[in-house]
Each structure stands twice: as structure tokens, then as C-alpha cells.
């Protein structure tokens, strides 16, 4: 099992620049979840698909942030405009449903965003 | 809205010695997940907790669960350098997306 897979891991871009993150889930898991992570604001949760169904994603701090997931197997997170304030390491989390809850979330290497 | 929170949120131990980390929610929920983060790295699932009363151990680390209390304890026993991370709680919202804790940043020295 290969676990959960982002590409870049790290960005670098200038401040008005488009940034798209992606994200590879765990085969069978039909749950995939964004999150940023920051000193001031710790773990955030952004935004989650349920079977490639975006649930909830009122974590998204803007309209500059959109998320999509067009398959089972793929997810991407896209910033357009960049600002500085977005730095942050941005993980991907996928589960599969154990009885009645979320099982426990395999969390990706994470992509770490500089925008300078 | 559901809160966690936990405490410590910085703890520094001697190795050997024994402690106890704190996760306490706002809400009832009856699964509870405790997770470490190394520095630079991504998070690793240690524990899952799934009723009231749960107990789960994995070699010096000791996790539980009260949900009456809403309250789940971490307990470090005989601490040594290799548990130096943070940890954090996470708490369920609605059987869907977790909430996490704000993390505890532990630091084993000799």
C-alpha cells in the first residue's frame, strides 16, 4: 500500500501567482480530506469529499481557495490569487467508514507553500 | 460547535519518568483518535478509541476514553527520547470530519 500521495511537496510561488496541490488517496478509501497546518492556527480542516462529494467546506478561508475531486482516485486543491498568508503545509487525509464513524485518517506527507 | 482541547500544550520530561496528556471536547461523541506528528512530518495514527471506557496501549503509551466526561488521557510511562513529538487528539463531528486538538509537544530529555 502505497498511503496517501501529494504532489508537489514543496512550492514555492509569488504573492497573485495559481497553485494547484494534489492528492492521490488510499485505494478504498472513499473519504478524502484537506487540511492546513500553521504555527498560529494549528490543524484546520478545509474542506472533505464523501465518494467524491464535497461534504462540508465551510474550513475554506476563501473564494481564493477551491477544491475538486473528480475521481475515486484524485483530488486537487487550488489556490488562485496566492497571498503570503496562505503558507502553510497543506496535508490530504483519506479513510474508509468503519460502522457508524470515520475510521481512523491516513494523512499524506503534506506540501509545504511558500508564497513570497 | 464542536471544541477540543488539550493539555499540556508544551511538556518537557526527564526520561524515565511518567505523565499524563490531557484531551478534553465539547461535545458528546463516542470515537476518539490520538495521532503523532515528528517535526517536518506528517501525522501517524496511534490510537483509535471507540466507546466509553476504551483502553488501548502500544508499548509506553496508554490511551483512554471517558465519554461521560468527554475526556481521553494519554498516559507516557517511562519516557524516553524516541517519544519526543507532538501528539494530538482528534474528536469526530457528526461520524464525518475530525476536529483536532491544538497538539502537545513533548520533549524527553536525559
Known amino acids: 500500500d502505497a498511503g496517501v500521495i501529494q504532489s508537489p511537496r514543496h512550492e514555492v510561488t509569488e504573492m497573485g501567482q495559481e497553485v494547484t496541490l494534489r492528492c492521490k488517496p488510499i485505494?478504498?478509501?472513499?473519504?478524502l480530506f484537506w487540511y492546513r497546518q500553521t504555527m498560529m492556527r494549528g490543524l484546520e480542516l478545509l474542506i472533505y469529499?464523501?465518494?467524491?462529494?464535497?461534504?462540508?467546506d465551510s474550513g475554506m478561508p476563501e473564494d481564493r481557495f477551491s477544491a475538486k475531486m473528480p475521481n475515486a482516485s484524485f483530488s486537487t486543491l487550488k489556490i488562485q490569487p496566492s497571498e503570503p498568508r496562505d503558507s502553510a503545509v497543506y496535508f490530504c487525509?483519506?479513510?474508509?467508514?468503519?460502522?457508524?464513524?470515520?475510521?481512523?485518517?491516513?494523512f499524506g506527507p503534506g506540501t509545504r507553500l511558500t508564497v513570497t | 460547535e464542536l471544541k477540543v482541547e488539550q493539555n499540556p500544550l508544551f511538556l518537557s520530561m526527564q526520561e524515565g519518568k511518567n505523565y499524563t496528556i490531557y484531551c478534553n471536547y465539547s461535545?458528546?461523541?463516542?470515537?476518539l483518535y490520538w495521532y503523532r506528528q515528528d517535526p517536518g512530518k506528517s501525522l501517524e495514527s496511534l490510537f483509535v478509541?471507540?466507546?466509553?471506557?476504551a483502553v488501548k496501549q502500544e508499548g509506553r503509551l496508554m490511551a483512554s476514553l471517558d465519554t461521560k466526561a468527554r475526556l481521553s488521557t494519554l498516559h507516557i510511562t517511562a519516557a524516553v527520547h524516541d517519544l519526543s513529538a507532538t501528539y494530538f487528539c482528534?474528536?469526530?463531528?457528526?461520524?464525518?470530519?475530525?476536529?483536532f486538538g491544538k497538539g502537545t509537544t513533548l520533549s524527553v530529555s536525559s
Open positions: 487525509a483519506s479513510s474508509k467508514p468503519l460502522a457508524g464513524g470515520p475510521s481512523h485518517q491516513a
Open positions: 485505494s478504498g478509501h472513499n473519504s
Open positions: 469529499f464523501n465518494n467524491n462529494v464535497p461534504i462540508d
Open positions: 461535545t458528546t461523541s463516542d470515537r
Open positions: 478509541l471507540l466507546s466509553n471506557g
Open positions: 482528534a474528536v469526530d463531528q457528526a461520524g464525518t470530519a475530525l476536529i
